[in-house]
């Protein structure tokens, strides 16, 4: 056999095997990824707002706007209020029409079922639920925080009582009838997931005192949740593992005995009991329709919500994953609502104990986006209120450029083969790939710096970027270096995104470019642009717009 033969099958039978593509494959998450028609598929877009789906005209427009922004999956609501107006009579014409528009404009959908909990309040309960208080009970609560977005002398949200065994029935009853149609109205998959709930927990106090919550109170822990924390005693959050600590790891006793009294105590003792809530309801729809479902989580603490309550106490917050993850087996993935500052301490928090990251809601700012991809495998990105976009957006154009790279970064997220660059201080950055250590820098600064070492006179800092949206809440643009880099190997990387430089060293020094290919990806692979050499080498990746390129470095041949 030829050497070169020999190679190539050798470089074959090396290569990661990948499954085999079935169209209509029902979607699932294998190793931290989400495939959909048996293929990698990236999650993309945005969350509509919470009223935009309750009326499939107001829906029409919207459709081909998103289209215009590279959207490819919508997150969409299903209200149980209009889904069964009346108990036990289920309307299913909202849900119908969401699947057929979507699959008019060649779209993904996740839809969010809003049941009991949304935002931890109850104000998408239908009007049966919640007048009847005696059949499902509302929370007690002593006040001792200022609610959230509000106002004096406002009237009150309704608050439900997560322990109501009625409520669940019902909630669970509603969801399946939910799935089951779904089944039936969706062969083709539109759905490819599901969330369970809306950003759960309870505000104003760090538990529920109402007579049913008091009782379970006094209940032993369940074995379940002593026997998780003893076998993943070593992996567990630090701050569950401290509070469980103070008690002397008890393996039996009372919630107060195993935890103590304090707020700390009482957030594990809400989180087993929404967690809990949330599995009958995946674990009966999934009996139907085994799709990916997750819950989405309001972040907490964080600043002016140090204290469970005045964030909801127990939703999926970072200080009790591993309770959600112990009490919650159905759900595929436990995802951060991301409207804090810095992107990166949530995106850190929820990449735990193998918890697949899919971020379902936040802010218009890119560059988070591609930090979430290339720091964490995430397998999803969805930005808030995505009809307020401009179609000529960073975002629009970050949704562009990856549309036909969902195998590409894929595969690099499962080799390790890909790094996210965001750039926060303007400080230097090195990451490792490949076998080169690359050094990222602002190119601002570094135009900045050579033209003041010629002599010559500094740019003007540049205009307040536009912003991203055209109604709503103004968003500037991100005006932060951000992208990604992708080892293709033999020297060859992708780079993507705008305002950074990168200069690549080896073992021997500083490497030298051979080649660089502007270009994107399309539906056969990737497409040649120009070929950037002489002045244009200086800033390879635009700093004013994003851009794709693929480099080649000089490989020298051995002495």
Do not use: C
Not at 108 to 128: D, E, H, M, Q
Not at 512 to 534: A, Y
């Amino acid at each position: 056999m030829k050497p070169i033969l020999r190679d190539l099958l050798l470089a074959i039978a090396a290569m990661p095997l990948m499954p085999v593509a079935h169209a209509n494959d029902l979607p699932t998450i294998k190793n931290r990824q989400l495939l959909v028609d048996g293929k990698p598929y990236l999650a993309l877009g945005g969350e509509l707002h919470n009223s935009s789906a309750s009326s499939p005209e107001y829906m029409g427009p919207i459709w081909a706007r998103l289209q215009a922004m590279h959207v490819r999956t919508a997150l969409s609501t299903v209200s149980w209020e209009d889904f069964e107006p009346s108990e036990g009579h289920y309307d299913y014409h909202l849900i119908d029409a969401q699947v057929a528009q979507a699959r008019q404009h060649g779209m993904r959908l996740v839809l969010i079922w809003f049941g009991a909990f949304k935002n931890a309040s109850s104000t998408y309960a239908p009007s049966w639920v919640r007048a009847d208080s005696a059949r499902f009970p509302r929370a007690v609560v002593q006040g001792q925080f200022k609610e959230a977005f509000t106002y004096p002398d406002a009237m009150p949200k309704p608050v439900l009582s997560v322990f109501s065994p009625e409520l669940l029935k019902a909630d669970r009853a509603a969801f399946n009838a939910f799935m089951k149609h779904l089944a039936q109205a969706d062969p083709d998959h539109r759905v490819i997931m599901v969330q369970v709930n809306n950003e759960t927990g309870m505000l104003h106090d760090s538990r529920d005192r109402s007579p049913l919550a008091n009782a379970a109170w006094a209940q032993p822990v369940p074995p379940a949740l002593l026997n998780y924390l003893a076998v993943h005693r070593d992996s567990l959050r630090p701050e569950l593992a401290e509070v469980w600590a103070r008690q002397g790891r008890r393996t039996s006793g009372t919630w107060a005995q195993v935890f103590g009294n304090d707020w700390q105590a009482e957030e594990i003792f809400m989180a087993w009991r929404f967690a809990s809530y949330m599995e009958a309801l995946a674990a009966e729809g999934k009996k139907t329709l085994p799709l990916p479902m997750y819950v989405n989580g309001w972040l907490g603490p964080q600043e002016g919500q140090s204290v469970a309550g005045q964030y909801p106490s127990g939703g999926p917050a970072k200080r009790v994953l591993d309770v959600w993850k112990a009490a919650a087996p159905s759900l595929d993935m436990l995802s951060p609502d991301i409207y804090v500052p810095d992107a990166k301490v949530p995106l850190a928090d929820y990449d735990h104990a193998g918890n697949p990251l899919f971020v379902p809601e936040a802010q218009f700012r890119t560059g988070n986006l591609f930090w979430a991809l290339g720091q964490h495998g995430a397998l999803g990105y969805s930005i808030f209120g995505i009809e307020d976009g401009k179609p000529d957006s960073q975002l629009a154009q970050a949704y562009g450029m990856l549309a036909h790279m969902d195998g590409v970064i894929a595969r690099a997220q499962a080799e390790k083969r890909i790094a996210g660059i965001l750039m926060d201080d303007g400080k230097p950055v090195q990451v490792h790939l490949g076998g080169y250590t690359i050094t990222l820098r602002e190119t601002q600064a570094l135009l900045k710096q050579m033209l003041l070492d010629v002599g010559l006179q500094a740019p003007p800092p540049p205009p307040p970027l536009p912003s991203e949206t055209d109604s709503g809440v103004p968003a500037p643009g991100d005006s932060r270096p951000y992208g990604l880099i992708i080892d293709e190997g033999h020297g060859s990387f992708l780079l993507m995104g705008k305002g950074f430089t990168a200069d690549f060293a080896d073992k021997s020094g500083l490497a030298e470019i051979d080649r660089v290919e502007e270009g994107r990806f399309e539906e056969n692979g990737w497409k040649t642009g120009r070929v950037i050499n002489g002045d244009e080498r200086l800033t390879i990746i635009p700093m004013d717009r994003m851009g794709m390129v693929r480099v080649q470095l000089l490989q020298k041949q051995r002495q």
